[in-house]
């Protein structure tokens, strides 16, 4: 008897695989390692994100389908790991003054962090909804971790339990929503759901209606999109900062990887029924996080319904449905993460133990003070704003525009009234910032090489961005036709 042994397409998940080693040696080095050599955790962890940045990089151009079809190759998932990949790159830079300051330098801190990352390439790879489940559990488990990774402040506490205990319910409506599609087609995988759609008649089937409503319960959690985010504001001011800033952006892009490839592609046949849901998901989501922004005393939580706010636009974009639109969501995403991240990363610089300096009156004369560091925290604003030349603005003109020519034009209306309204909040940091004195002494700086690259990458990326778009949004035309 003949034994035909498949063949093993390992490079499909070569990035996972070297993120994986990487957190597998870390996780020896930090039981063995003496405490006094524990400072060569971060410089390994950044050195195993850079080598799969590379191979990442180097797979471009490939289209393939690896282990029995549920993982997919493809520029789709590639652009998306990047961005995984780079935000957690800065996530680790960002980490390690911060960590030393507040006294919890644990190695399994950036453990955690490369298995997270592992999570959310997985969920961008999927082509099986039981990868998707897999990637997101795996980056979910993480994540409640590191929410409460300041384990003797009880505001961390709070973080991790609020987050783990309504992301433990969430998904359980994302899992319902997979057995039920598999109830009616009779399988999990995405290209497997496509076909069925284009051969069955039973669009109107209420099970398939109903299990399209949970998968976007599911995803809605994820993204943070009303009114599914209620976690959001406690869990980002609990959380140490530097784990505020890669929950911002590195779970809500893998939650649109996910959201588009399996609405988009898969659920496609039911766009007219999914589609007038995520247009009223753009109008809330952008109006409360906006208008409950403006309130904010607090740099985090104002960050947070900001957050809530940018999710709104995506789903924008996600409502035109069209190639401008889901091309425009993948450079938004990458935009949004260097914005965001040099953002948060101006917050550590500012704060020190004991002091993080939240509230935005602490901000007050840091302009005449700290020049340069107002200047950075200004670019970032004034990105997160939609002001040019920045990547925020040419993102929201690609996802506006391609609302418009949708034929969704009350819809872009909306969107871009709600982002003149947000300029309120983000220039009120400004204003602080320069037009202010000082309420109290100023804290010293302690710059770092660590977070001085943190805070170049991000800058550099958001004025690039919006200066020179057109090459970014021609990468993410090509991303997004493997999808299409």
């Given at each position: 008897m003949n034994v035909v042994i498949p063949v093993i397409k390992w490079s499909a998940i070569g990035p996972e695989l070297i993120l994986t080693v990487t957190a597998m040696v870390l996780l020896l080095f930090s039981v063995f390692l003496k405490k006094e050599s524990r400072s060569l955790l971060p410089p390994l962890s950044l050195i195993g994100v850079l080598l799969a940045l590379g191979f990442s990089v180097s797979l471009w151009g490939r289209a393939e389908y690896a282990f029995q079809g549920m993982i997919v190759l493809d520029n789709y998932s590639l652009f998306f790991k990047i961005v995984f990949l780079v935000t957690t790159a800065l996530t680790i830079l960002m980490s390690i003054r911060y960590l030393q300051q507040e006294g919890f330098e644990h190695g399994e801190y950036y453990i955690l962090l490369l298995f997270a990352a592992v999570g959310m390439m997985f969920m961008a790879s999927a082509a099986?909804?039981?990868?998707?489940?897999?990637?997101?559990?795996?980056?979910?488990?993480?994540?409640?971790?590191?929410?409460?990774?300041?384990?003797?402040?009880?505001?961390s506490n709070?973080?991790?339990?609020?987050?783990?205990?309504?992301?433990?319910?969430?998904?359980?409506?994302?899992?319902?929503?997979?057995?039920l599609i598999y109830g009616a087609t009779g399988t999990t995988n995405l290209k497997?759901?496509?076909?069925?759609?284009?051969?069955?008649?039973?669009?109107?089937?209420?099970?398939?209606?109903?299990?399209?409503?949970?998968?976007i319960v599911g995803f809605g959690f994820k993204v943070a999109?009303?009114?599914?985010?209620?976690?959001?504001?406690?869990?980002?001011?609990?959380?140490?900062?530097?784990?505020?800033a890669f929950m911002s952006v590195g779970p809500k892009a893998a939650g649109f990887a996910a959201f588009l490839r399996v609405f988009v592609y898969s659920l496609s046949s039911?766009?007219?029924?999914?589609?007038?849901?995520?247009?009223?998901?753009?109008?809330?989501?952008?109006?409360?996080?906006?208008?409950?922004?403006?309130?904010?005393?607090?740099?985090?939580?104002?960050?947070?319904?900001?957050?809530?706010?940018?999710?709104?636009?995506?789903?924008v974009a996600m409502v035109a449905a069209n190639e401008l639109g889901t091309a425009g969501i993948?450079?938004?995403?990458?935009?949004?993460?260097?914005?965001?991240?040099?953002?948060?990363?101006?917050?550590?610089?500012?704060?020190?133990?004991?002091?993080?300096n939240l509230l935005l009156t602490d901000y007050s004369g840091m302009g005449s003070k700290y020049p340069l560091l107002a200047a950075l925290m200004a670019v970032f604003m004034f990105s997160l704003a939609g002001i040019p030349p920045t990547a925020g603005f040419v993102g929201k003109f690609y996802i506006f525009s391609?609302?418009?020519?949708?034929?969704?034009i009350g819809l872009a209306v909306i969107g871009v009234l709600n982002s003149a309204l947000s300029v309120y909040f983000y220039l009120r940091?400004?204003?602080?910032?320069?037009?202010?004195?000082p309420e109290k002494d100023l804290p010293p700086i302690a710059w770092s090489p660590a977070l001085a690259i943190s805070l170049f990458v991000a800058v550099f990326g958001t004025l690039q961005m919006g200066i020179t778009p057109a090459a970014y949004l021609e990468v993410a035309r090509k991303s997004i036709l493997a999808l299409l």
């Open positions: 099986d909804l039981i990868i998707v489940f897999l990637g997101l559990e795996t980056f979910s488990l993480s994540i409640y971790v590191l929410a409460g990774f300041f384990r003797t402040q009880a505001k709070e973080s991790a339990l609020k987050y783990f205990l309504l992301g433990s319910f969430s998904t359980g409506f994302l899992v319902y929503g997979i057995a497997g759901i496509f076909e069925f759609f284009r051969r069955a008649q039973l669009l109107q089937d209420p099970l398939l209606l109903f299990a399209m409503g949970l998968l999109s009303v009114p599914f985010h209620m976690w959001t504001p406690d869990v980002y001011e609990g959380a140490p900062t530097s784990i505020t039911l766009q007219a029924e999914w589609i007038w849901i995520l247009w009223v998901l753009a109008v809330l989501t952008m109006t409360l996080g906006n208008i409950v922004a403006i309130a904010q005393k607090n740099i985090k939580r104002m960050l947070a319904y900001s957050s809530i706010a940018h999710a709104g636009y995506i789903l993948l450079y938004y995403l990458l935009a949004y993460a260097f914005m965001n991240l040099g953002a948060f990363a101006v917050i550590i610089l500012y704060g020190r133990r004991g002091e993080e391609a609302a418009v020519k949708a034929g969704y940091v400004t204003v602080m910032m320069y037009m202010r004195a």
